[in-house]
């Protein structure tokens, strides 16, 4: 008989069962599911609604279910379908009459929405953890490497010389942010929907401010229909969650290129790359890969729960159970994702050599040479003009433009003296470039002290 069998006259259908129980993805809130009703519990007594014997018989019965479930002791059943009705039924079962009483003045709707809410609250420290040893790596890496001339792109067409400092530190400026995003959800996720009840609060004399703090929250939520309804955080969660995978997969994508022989700016250690089965040449970046592909399924899992909510009335509505798995599988593949791809960064070996002789090629001092005509008295796009030709004259002749003779150069402008062949130079252009947020020495280490300081104000 189910819980809920009171006003049943038949069993519920196999089919009906297999469709609705939950137990099989949602036992994973057991912990949260046992914290919400001890609070609950010890306020029901404390607001005279139990006594407090049976309070205390129930808090302790629960600890005994919370420890054995820890202990792999308990098997759940999906005749009692979710996690909720499961550790009544084990402490009924366990104390009797008692464990009857838990349920006074509560709902599985604001149940499961504390429980949800508390497990979205817990695991945001933890991807935040992993975000800062991921920044951790990148400052360590970046500290190596300021002075390494590389090619910035656009288009992933040579553009302008950056050093690999500057590029990994664009990536940390981005999971700086996703640290905040993450941060911001679980601040405004800080209340408490425990005592909503089915969705219209309840004629007992609860006390919504004791379970509120009991559970570490703010204050309880305002709005017991908002309390029961919502799942804005779990979306905040997924999107911001779906932006960290955006940012991860980009990075992943540009390692997938690094590696290719055309590239050749890193080497991945051994022990994070892969070999083929038939070509035994290959070394395959396949960390890297699985990260950009897994970045699908994260965002599949922010769209499903997106659909899912968008068209359920108010308040309560049994599609909402859906929105249990895309999180937990958005939690699970982040979590997976980032302690590797933080350790595949630190294990691997930067071939500045080939860095900066892509660098050589390709023109990238070009903006460089008309910001020299530029300085000299040429309006810039006079410079940009005369610039162009010079590429093109260089581009039929297989040469750079530091390889022109003065003589060549002073052909089609005559500002042009000894001194452009400083301005030419890819270290100078690069060291030159000090503007704020540029990828000078100067520059890079103000950004990589920045980040440090981010991460020392969350250890
Ligand atoms: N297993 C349900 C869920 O995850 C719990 C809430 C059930 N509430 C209800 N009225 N059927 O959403």
């Known amino acids: 008989m189910k819980l809920w069998g009171g006003r049943f006259q038949k069993d519920t259908d ?10 099989s993805f949602d036992q994973r809130l057991y912990r949260e599911d046992i914290t919400g009703s001890m609070a609950h519990a010890q306020m029901l007594a404390d607001c005279g609604i139990i006594s407090q014997e049976d309070a205390a018989a129930i808090i302790d019965g629960l600890q005994g279910i919370l420890a054995d479930i820890e202990a792999g002791k308990v098997e759940f059943t999906a005749d009692n379908e979710d996690i909720h009705m499961n550790v009544e ?9 008692a464990g009857k009483r838990l349920h006074t003045a509560r709902s599985r709707n604001d149940q499961v929405a504390l429980d949800f809410r508390m497990y979205v609250r817990e695991q945001i420290p933890v991807i935040v953890g992993q975000l800062l040893e991921l920044e951790t790596v990148l400052c360590r890496q970046a500290k ?10 656009t288009h992933l067409q040579r553009a302008q010389p950056i050093s690999f400092a500057q590029h990994l530190m664009a990536y940390a400026a981005m999971f700086r942010r996703d640290v905040t995003r993450l941060e911001d959800c679980k601040a405004r996720l800080d209340e408490c929907p425990l005592g909503s009840g089915a969705l219209a609060g309840t004629t007992y004399p609860i006390d919504r401010w004791e379970t509120a703090k009991a559970l570490g929250f703010a204050a309880p939520m305002g709005n017991s229909l908002d309390g029961v309804s919502d799942r804005d955080y779990a979306l905040e969660l997924l999107s911001g969650l779906s932006i960290l995978m955006m940012h991860l997969s980009r ?11 055309e590239f050749k700016f890193i080497e991945l250690d051994d022990a994070y790359a892969t070999g083929s ?22 965002y599949g899992d922010l769209m499903s729960l997106l659909t899912v909510m968008k068209g359920l009335p108010l308040a309560y509505n049994k599609d909402m159970q859906e929105d249990k798995e895309p999180v937990f599988d958005a939690v699970d593949t982040v979590e997976m994702c980032l302690p590797v791809f933080a350790a595949m960064l630190d294990t691997m070996t930067v071939r500045t050599d080939n ?3 892509a660098a050589g090629h390709g023109f990238i001092n070009a903006t460089d040479c008309a910001d020299y005509l530029t300085k000299k008295g040429m309006p810039f796009r006079d410079a940009y003009t005369v610039t162009g030709k010079l590429v093109a ?67």
């Open 14 to 23: 196999q089919l009906v069962n297999a469709l609705n129980a939950s137990i």
């Open 89 to 97: 039924a084990l402490l009924t079962a366990r104390i009797g009459d």
């Open 144 to 153: 190596q490497y300021q002075t390494a001339v590389m090619p910035g792109y």
């Open 251 to 261: 990075f992943a994508e540009e390692v997938i290129l690094w590696c290719s022989w």
């Open 277 to 298: 089965s038939i070509m035994p040449q290959k070394k395959n970046p396949d960390v890297a890969e699985l990260v950009r592909g897994k970045t699908g399924r994260v």
């Open 355 to 357: 860095m900066r002789r």
């Open 393 to 459: 004259q260089c581009t039929a002749q297989g040469k750079t433009l530091e390889e022109l003779s003065l003589e060549e150069l002073q052909a089609v402008s005559p500002l042009f003296e000894q001194d452009v062949y400083d301005a030419l130079n890819l270290e100078n252009c690069m060291a030159l470039r000090s503007s704020y947020g540029g990828p000078a020495v100067s520059e890079t280490t103000r950004q990589i002290g920045e980040i440090e300081q981010f991460i020392q104000e969350r250890s």
